[in-house]
């Protein structure tokens, strides 16, 4: 791994675990018994982020051999306590100003037991500018990201610590906003974002985490984080998989560079990877993506070959589905509900429920006086078995009642 990094990785790389040890984060360890504890192999990977480039990933499901258990097979994940995503994308469209924001080192914040330490040991060059120098060894003194039960112990903590200030107004917003370790909300006027700002800052610092990298549509927000040092300038936000444009205040999908060769043979496989690619939570796009999921359909009632080449007529289907799918990649969605910045107070909710012989779904929308808004929507293809219309509907309308009440609880403001 070390041979394979440039000079110039390498020198990030060693500053990442420098930075590490000078923030108490990881420890060397002086006299390292090998017959104890467990090592961790690790590697960069490169991100989209002005303010970490690139990330060292501990590979916790490494084993030695086959026989042998990695780490997070020795490891509980616990119950899951991360907040619902399309849940936070419905509240994240739902107020005039938008601001998103995410926790400095979130999960090394969290101390490791000082008996749990040797199984997070890793190893390191002595000399960065010579790849055949003796290893360091170190190990972890707080939680690492990679490891199966991380998500739950970070979410823990923040859900006990928010929970502890549930008196402080801004302990329940939060507690309903944070994936994991990013903020996603918003306010419904220039003051109430740079209030929530402030208290939210000073919540999260109260128990060791820095909220960094804030964004938002509003300059008056992006002014104060920029005099605190924490603002992260950028034309393109990603939100939880989408993206958010804060000057144009719209919402896109990350662009897929996959699109098929029509020349290109394709197979079963090629098709269910490239379906699969299109990542929409709010359905926004459900119309064209069903398209795809019934061609899937549609190849595995012919029983073909994962690897078997399609023929030339389900090619040139395939062909223009995929397109379209790449196509719809480039919609633009108003993050706002509604332009004239109304509060969803007085809103009405309404779903519309149908289906064919094929598929069925259903859509909700928001209406607040002359303008209405798409929500949230959802189609599945229909079963193989031969199922009644009346039936299909049914199902239909099942999905309508239960995407309304789903919708209805996101955007009510006690959750």
């Not at 030695?64 to 994940?77: E, G, I, P, R």
């Not at 109260?206 to 984080?225: H, K, P, V, Y």
């Amino acid at each position: 791994m070390v041979r394979r990094l440039t000079p110039d990785l390498t020198k990030r790389y060693d500053d990442i675990i420098t930075d590490q040890l000078r923030r108490d984060f990881v420890e060397k360890i002086q006299d390292d018994n090998k017959t104890e504890g467990h090592y961790l192999p690790h590697r960069a990977v490169k991100k989209d982020s002005v303010t970490t480039p690139i990330r060292i990933v501990y590979d916790c499901s490494s084993k030695q051999n086959a026989d042998s258990a990695s780490l997070n097979d020795c490891l509980q994940t616990g119950p899951s306590l991360i907040n619902d995503l399309p849940a936070i994308l419905l509240r994240f469209r739902a107020n005039r100003v938008a601001f998103v924001s995410d926790i400095e080192k979130a999960f090394l914040n969290i101390r490791l037991e000082e008996d749990e330490r040797q199984y997070t040991k890793f190893l390191w060059l002595s000399d960065i500018r010579d790849p055949e120098s003796p290893f360091d060894v170190y190990q972890f003194k707080s939680v690492l990201f990679g490891a199966a039960c991380s998500p739950f112990m970070l979410n823990a903590v923040i859900k006990t610590h928010l929970e502890s200030n549930a008196s402080i107004p801004i302990a329940d917003d939060l507690k309903h906003n944070i994936y994991v370790d990013n903020v996603i909300d918003g306010a419904k006027s220039d003051e109430k974002a740079v209030s929530y700002y402030n208290d939210a800052n000073h919540l999260m610092q109260s128990c060791g985490f820095n909220l960094r990298s804030w964004t938002s549509n509003s300059e008056r927000l992006c002014e104060l984080a920029k005099q605190d040092d924490i603002y992260e300038p950028s034309h393109d936000v990603p939100v939880l998989g989408l993206r958010w444009e804060p000057e144009s205040d719209t919402m896109t999908y990350s662009e897929n560079n996959s699109e098929p060769i029509p020349n290109e043979l394709i197979t079963k496989r090629d098709v269910l990877s490239s379906s699969a690619t299109l990542y929409d939570p709010l359905g926004f796009v459900a119309p064209v993506h069903i398209r795809a999921k019934l061609f899937v359909q549609s190849l595995w009632k012919r029983g073909l070959p994962w690897d078997e080449p399609l023929d030339a007529e389900l090619n040139s289907q395939w062909i223009q589905i995929a397109a379209d799918l790449n196509a719809t990649r480039k919609t633009t969605i108003n993050r706002q509900y509604f332009s004239g910045n109304k509060d969803n107070d007085d809103c009405e909710v309404h779903v519309f429920a149908d289906a064919s012989t094929t598929a069925y779904g259903a859509v909700v929308y928001l209406r607040s006086s002359s303008e209405t808004s798409i929500v949230m929507a959802k189609a599945r293809v229909a079963p193989t078995s031969d199922l009644s219309l009346p039936r299909l509907e049914l199902m239909a309308a099942l999905i309508g009642t239960r995407l309304s009440k789903f919708v209805i609880n996101a955007l009510s403001p006690a959750r």
